[in-house]
């Protein structure tokens, strides 16, 4: 039962983990974006589009580690 | 969420199911395939169709409004060459009408002395005319007084007297 | 002046007093239980509720909220309709050893097929009819500003030449997914994107149609030497097994978005009003459940548009990347970093 437990606190803290970094990730991205909204608006919709990529990039990593503390939390 | 991983573990959150593969992947095509044909086709060829009309329609607008500058242009040519004219005409028609008029008072007053002379003359005339009627009268009268004269005495004082006197008359009424 | 002064605590007494009484009723309903031993009164509690949500009687023991969210999420072959009985979904004998059989996400697919075709039946009707001097109108204009949309901002703009070819495949899959993620929120809904089958099974037609769109774009001699990154050949060893990882994980990352976050706004929802079960509260229902779970519902709205979009997008992305004849390498090796 130990073990099962050490599995669940490390898939926790998986987790939690690939939420920072993707938190971190995200928050830098979006941070550039509203500058170089508003230092070049006219370039809106392009670093719009170009945010989202990279966000939904980042996402995906952050989503591969959750995915990896799923199956954690499973064995 | 402890509960939830055994749960996870029974239902398999993350273990492939074929079958639902399969299906999504029959559904997926045929959906794409009645969709290609029934809506895709006919919306994007409607909004092809369109995007190019707007295109023509903004050309044609640039090209009536390149024709209509050009003609606003030679129109204002025209304009300004027509009010030229038109200053020109109206210059060379006073001067004509200047021209007209002086020539015309000249003759009228050329005309008008001419008359002027015309009745002086026969003024002129006139007064002759009567002139000699007057003398004709004169002689006539004075004949006529000589024979009364002659008819009443003829006393020689007397007569000179009476035809002094007569011709005294004559060249004061003759004034 | 004073008599108010008099009256103003006294009124906030009798407030406190009917929150007071509002609180310990609630809270004495299970009270008398959870004296002696809260763990077993809590689970006492939510097998209860657990139960009556569930409709049937707990015939197979206790259910836990955990049992009753994943039971919602996972596919099945029945289609509940709590509390109006259920229909169970028919088996269908395995072909070549695969089940295909029927089941609940399965039903939502052709029930979002269905609509989609009768929609864009009626609009594709609507336009073949449409002169070209004619504006569109209500849902004709509102699915055309969509597809106007899919057609120049991700199409266009991240294929570039030659987008028409994937145009309808961009389309459908959009409306596809925008559709199913929409259904899931509607009462008795199921949501099929949130099962990594279905993502996963249209992640791979992205895959192919990458694929294939590459192999026409280079031919196979370049789509060959695109594998080594135009790296020197003593880095090939290194160079191609990246790059042929690269190419399964874009779709595969594809698969895994759009079903964790469907999965995940939904265990969030359905947690969020089992708090209040759970507790057993009103207040925590009204204060907590009610108001932060329709906030994570209208959240899900947004974010049922924006993964439908975020899918579209990247499937252009990748197909405008497989295409590019110019300063794709870079970028690929960074998309191949995901």
């Known amino acids: 039962m130990e073990g099962l437990g050490l599995a669940y606190l490390g898939a926790g803290l998986g987790a939690g983990l690939a939420v920072i970094g993707a938190g971190l990730g995200i928050g830098n991205i979006a941070a550039s974006a509203a500058e170089g909204t508003a230092r070049q608006p006219e370039a809106t919709s392009d670093i719009r589009t170009t945010m989202i990529i990279a966000a939904a990039l980042i996402e995906g990593v952050a989503l591969f580690g959750e995915v990896i503390c799923v199956l954690l939390a499973l064995k | ?175 | ?338």
Request: proline share 3%; hydrophobic share 50%; glycine share 6%.
């Open chain 3, 1 to 338: 002046m004073k008599r108010l002064n008099v009256l103003h605590p006294k009124s906030l007494v009798k407030v406190m007093a009917i929150l007071v009484a509002l609180l310990v009723n609630t809270g004495g309903f299970s009270g008398v239980a959870a004296a002696q031993s809260p763990e077993a009164s809590a689970e006492v509690v939510s097998g209860t509720v657990a139960a009556s949500e569930h409709g049937a009687p707990s015939a197979h023991g206790e259910e836990k909220a955990g049992d009753v969210i994943m039971h919602h999420v996972f596919d099945s072959n029945i289609f509940a309709f709590h509390p109006f009985g259920e229909i169970e979904l028919p088996k269908i004998a395995p072909v070549a050893g695969i089940d295909i059989s029927i089941t609940k996400h399965v039903v939502m697919m052709w029930l979002v097929s269905a609509i989609l075709l009768v929609v864009f039946a009626f609009v594709g009707g609507k336009y073949k009819k449409m002169t070209n001097r004619q504006a569109p109108k209500g849902l004709t204009n509102a699915v055309e500003a969509l597809v106007e949309f899919i057609r120049l901002d991700v199409a266009k703009s991240n294929i570039g030449h030659g987008y028409e070819k994937h145009l309808p495949y961009l389309l459908t899959v959009f409306f596809f997914i925008l559709l199913c993620n929409l259904l899931g929120l509607v009462p008795y809904g199921a949501t099929a994107t949130g099962n990594i089958n279905v993502t996963l099974a249209l992640a791979t037609f992205t895959f192919f149609i990458t694929q294939v769109a590459a192999l026409k774009a280079h031919g196979l001699k370049g789509f060959l030497v695109h594998l080594t990154a135009g790296t020197h050949w003593s880095l090939w060893i290194i160079m191609i097994p990246i790059e042929v990882i690269g190419l399964f994980t874009k779709p595969f990352a594809l698969a895994i978005r759009l079903f964790a976050n469907m999965t995940a706004g939904h265990i969030v929802i359905l947690s969020l009003i089992f708090i209040s079960f759970i507790l057993k509260s009103y207040i925590v229902a009204v204060a907590v459940s009610v108001p932060f779970s329709i906030f994570i519902y209208l959240l899900e709205l947004f974010v049922a548009f924006l993964q439908a979009f975020i899918f579209t997008m990247l499937s252009a992305l990748f197909i405008g990347l497989a295409t590019a004849h110019e300063g794709h390498d870079e970028l690929a090796a960074e998309v191949a970093h995901h």
């Open chain 2, 1 to 175: 969420m402890l509960t939830s991983g055994v749960i996870l573990l029974q239902a398999n959150l993350l273990s492939p199911n074929p079958g639902l593969i399969f299906w999504t992947a029959v559904t997926f095509v045929i959906v794409l395939l009645i969709l290609k044909k029934i809506a895709w086709g006919p919306i994007i060829s409607a909004l092809e169709e369109r995007e190019k009309g707007i295109q023509s329609s903004i050309d044609r607008a640039h090209q009536a409004k390149d024709e209509s500058e050009a003609i606003l242009r030679k129109n204002r040519e025209l304009l300004s060459k027509a009010d030229a004219e038109a200053d020109k005409i109206i210059r060379e028609g006073k001067e004509y009408a200047e021209k007209l008029r002086s020539d015309i008072t000249g003759k009228a007053q050329e005309e008008s002395k001419k008359m002027i002379a015309a009745a002086l003359s026969s003024i002129e005339q006139e007064k002759h005319r009567a002139l000699d009627v007057l003398r004709n009268e004169v002689a006539d009268l004075a004949v006529m007084g000589a024979e009364k004269i002659i008819k009443n005495a003829l006393d020689a004082d007397m007569q000179r007297k009476i035809v002094d006197s007569m011709l005294q008359d004559l060249s004061t009424k003759r004034n």
